[in-house]
């Protein structure tokens, strides 16, 4: 077995030719070669083993410009019309159309290559060599664009799940800061911390606006200017923590100020039910249900 047999394997060619004699002579040496060989006598048999799923791992196809009952390139065109076989490599072989111009005629149908009689059947595996080569490179670099596309979409939902989340922090702690500031009396030096955490959880969601725009610049091809700038890595992780901390303190506030006005109402509804009933949730304990 040579090389380009080994490189190749068992590649299939259509064989589309009506003289019988040509189909056995040129199968004879493309399966010396390494081919597999499927043949058919005329368009129609052509289109239907190619196109219809008969011929389904055609690899390439050899098609006689002269048929009886449509011309070859008027089924090079319906080869190339159909998904299925728009990029098998198609050679065109003639005896009788040998003018320039029926060359650029078959080229122009779809046609990969346009080889006159006689041919030469080292020139013609040749060619298909060099055709299926072309082939397997296409294929390899759509494959890899593909990759590549799933890769970007992949990185794409990752960055807009994780902005998604790191969102969410400074939002809480603007809600529930801005929460506290509306319905507790607090001190001067209680609202300026809630005024700065606001402040700073702002700052971070403007950042990260930021980094959408410059992403989508990226996308668009524009050109990213990157500045470096000393960071304190204590001071941020406790802005961070600090930030974090706020919905959690906002909430367990509200809990306790919903706990002790629930026991207020309970000590209430006791005193009214029973005057020797004094006892609160808060003092019940080893002496609950004595009576002062």
């Known amino acids: 077995m ?3 047999h080994q490189a ?4 299939t060619i259509l064989l589309v030719d009506d003289e019988a004699a040509h189909r056995y002579a040129l199968r004879r040496r493309l399966e010396l070669a390494g081919f597999a060989v499927v043949e058919a006598p005329d368009g129609a048999q052509a289109l239907r083993q190619a196109v219809d799923g008969d011929g389904a791992g055609v690899d390439a196809v050899i098609l006689d410009v002269m048929l009886p009952d449509i011309s070859g390139f ?3 065109r319906q080869l190339r019309a159909s998904t299925s076989t728009a990029s098998v490599p198609i050679i065109h072989v003639s005896g009788i159309h040998v003018a320039d111009r029926d060359l650029v005629h078959g080229l122009e149908s779809g046609a990969d290559a346009y080889l006159t009689r006689p041919v030469d059947e080292d020139v013609l595996i040749a060619n298909l060599h060099a055709l299926l080569r072309r082939r397997e490179v296409l294929r390899s670099l759509s494959d890899e664009l593909d990759q590549k596309r799933l890769d970007e979409e992949r990185a794409r939902d990752l960055f807009l799940a994780i902005l998604g989340h790191d969102l969410r922090n400074p939002l809480d702690a603007i809600s529930m800061s ?6 507790a009396p607090l001190s001067a030096e209680l609202t300026q911390k809630m005024a700065s955490r606001i402040t700073a959880a702002s700052q971070r969601m403007t950042h990260m606006l930021d980094d959408i725009q410059d992403y989508a610049r990226s996308r668009l091809g524009a050109d990213l200017i990157l500045r470096r700038t000393p960071q304190r890595l204590g001071a941020l992780a406790s802005a961070a923590i600090d930030e974090a901390r706020a919905p959690i303190r906002a909430s367990s506030s ?20 029973s005057p020797t009933c004094c006892a609160t949730p808060w003092s019940m304990g080893p002496s609950a249900g004595r009576s002062s």
């Open 2 to 4: 040579d090389a380009a």
């Open 8 to 11: 190749h394997g068992r590649r």
């Open 74 to 76: 008027e089924v090079c």
């Open 178 to 183: 801005s929460q506290l500031l509306a319905k």
């Open 254 to 273: 509200s809990w306790c100020r919903s706990r002790r006005t629930t026991a207020g109402g309970m000590a209430s509804a006791c005193r009214v039910s």
